[in-house]
């Protein structure tokens, strides 16, 4: 159980243009889904926080207008970069938390994307 | 200096080996403790899970709390091979609240 999944599992676009990146719980309602990206041997970086049906909390640092999240159901959330530029290439991974799946305070966390911008 | 301190590594064993993973932490509204592993190109997995100090075993993985010193541990008996794979030691200051990364060890068990 608490199967977490992303879609694409990678792409490559050209610059300029927008990849949208969804997560889907399989099996739970998330209350609430995070969204981290990744640098090659590095731990994950937190980007944003986000709750059903409201607006996601941006850590600092990461702009809101590029990295769309949209949380429009309790089992799908989408981030959309919007004008990807080479330096948008990394590893995207989402998580899921759910009150009532998992001990208190756990994230299930997705396969990853991997975006690579040309 | 970081909330939370992990040795990066990397780490190479040989298999059957006892490996010890740490972490320190400096946040002490930190309640919740656990460990991912992940394997190249993938998502993290729940490994353990603890909140109280002490120890809590399954199968081959021992995780260790102790909050007075402000210090988790992993330790992996018997190790495989298959064990290779990045360790991530997390912690959270409650329910549903964002989870505090270690930087991760890259451990590689030789056959």
């Given amino acids: 159980g608490a199967v977490v999944s992303q879609h694409p599992s990678w792409v490559i676009c050209k610059s300029g243009t927008s990849v949208k990146i969804e997560c889907r719980s399989l099996d739970f309602q998330a209350t609430t889904m995070f969204w981290y990206r990744q640098f090659p041997k590095q731990s994950l970086m937190l980007m944003a926080t986000s709750n059903e049906g409201s607006k996601a909390t941006y850590e600092q640092g990461v702009e809101k207008d590029k990295f769309l999240i949209n949380h429009a159901s309790l089992t799908l959330s989408t981030l959309t970069v919007t004008s990807a530029h080479p330096e948008d290439s990394s590893f995207y991974i989402c998580s899921a938390t759910s009150g009532g799946r998992g001990p208190v305070g756990t994230q299930y966390f997705g396969p990853g994307t991997r975006l690579t911008v040309l | ?111």
């Fill in chain 2, 1 to 111: 200096q970081k909330e939370v301190e992990q040795d990066p590594g990397p780490l190479s064993v040989p298999e059957g080996a006892i490996v010890s993973l740490n972490c320190t932490y400096s946040n002490s509204a930190f309640q919740y403790f656990m460990w991912y592993r992940q394997y190249s190109r993938k998502g993290p997995e729940l490994l353990m899970y603890t909140y109280s100090s002490g120890n809590k075993e399954d199968g081959r993985f021992t995780a260790q709390v102790d909050k007075s010193s402000k210090y988790i541990s992993l330790f992996i008996r018997d190790s495989q091979p298959s064990d290779s794979a990045t360790y991530l030691c997390a912690m959270s200051a409650g329910s549903a609240r964002q989870l505090t990364f270690g930087s991760g060890t890259q451990l590689t068990v030789l056959p």
